[in-house]
């Protein structure tokens, strides 16, 4: 599966859209890009996932660049609850294959 | 609130305890897996069940024993643990499929050893 490269940290305030990138530059046409969050002392939470298309949810919203090398997720108005470690996994969409976390960005939510 | 339920939330036990962890799901997904997390580290993969047989072993030490007793539930046996396997282990499952489906997770269960 490709690697990806995400910032460390983050800052948002709170009311205000967040976007977070994720670089994936040796992507193939067959791996997925997801999502997935880490609230403190919570299990990872599934945010949304693409191909080549931007996605939408009642969470966030992903966009893929037109060549598949980086994406980004919008968190569009961020709340304190929205603090967490967040991941961008890339991988083939096979459905037994393990989730490679990297270390993810910790985004934090400011009043 | 998440679909995939750990029991216990935390255990503490001592090196010569035999206990199991449990994960149920109703879901109906086929895929389920157990995953292990130390402090201030991402998720790493342990095990993979489908179709309630055992397809990915991440080379886990033989105190770590799973089994997926119905396509519902998943435990995970352990006996003789060391204090480094002390960590939040999780689970998640996934649908069948091509189509990228993805993994849900537990909120895990903290382990301590003694």
């Known amino acids: 599966d490709a690697k990806t490269t995400q910032p460390p940290s983050m800052d948002c305030a709170e009311g205000r859209a967040a976007n977070l990138p994720c670089n994936h530059s040796t992507i193939s046409g067959n791996e997925y890009v997801y999502w997935y969050r880490q609230i403190h002392s919570q299990g990872p939470q599934y945010i949304i996932h693409?191909?080549?298309n931007n996605e939408t949810n009642e969470m966030a919203s992903l966009i893929i660049t037109e060549d598949r090398k980086s994406s980004t997720l919008i968190l569009p108005h961020a709340t304190l609850r929205d603090t967490a470690v967040y991941y961008c996994?890339?991988?083939?969409?096979?459905?037994?294959?393990?989730?490679?976390f990297g270390a993810g960005t910790q985004v934090v939510v400011t009043p | 609130d998440t679909e995939v339920t750990q029991t216990p939330k935390h255990l503490v036990m001592g090196m010569t305890n035999k206990k199991s962890l449990k994960c149920e799901q109703h879901?109906?997904?086929?895929?389920m897996y157990w995953y292990k997390q130390k402090a201030k580290k991402p998720p790493e993969l342990m095990f993979v069940y489908s179709y309630e047989k055992l397809s990915i072993n991440e080379s886990v030490p033989s105190r770590f024993s799973p089994e997926c007793p119905n396509s519902s539930l998943l435990n995970l046996h352990l006996h003789a643990l060391q204090p480094e396997d002390s960590a939040l282990y999780l689970c998640?499952?996934?649908?069948?499929?091509?189509?990228?489906?993805?993994?849900?997770f537990g909120d895990g269960t903290r382990l301590s050893i003694l």
């Open positions: 998640a499952s996934s649908q069948a499929g091509q189509d990228g489906q993805p993994q849900h």
């Open positions: 996994i890339v991988r083939v969409g096979d459905s037994w294959g393990k989730l490679q």
């Open positions: 693409g191909l080549k």
């Open positions: 879901m109906g997904h086929r895929a």
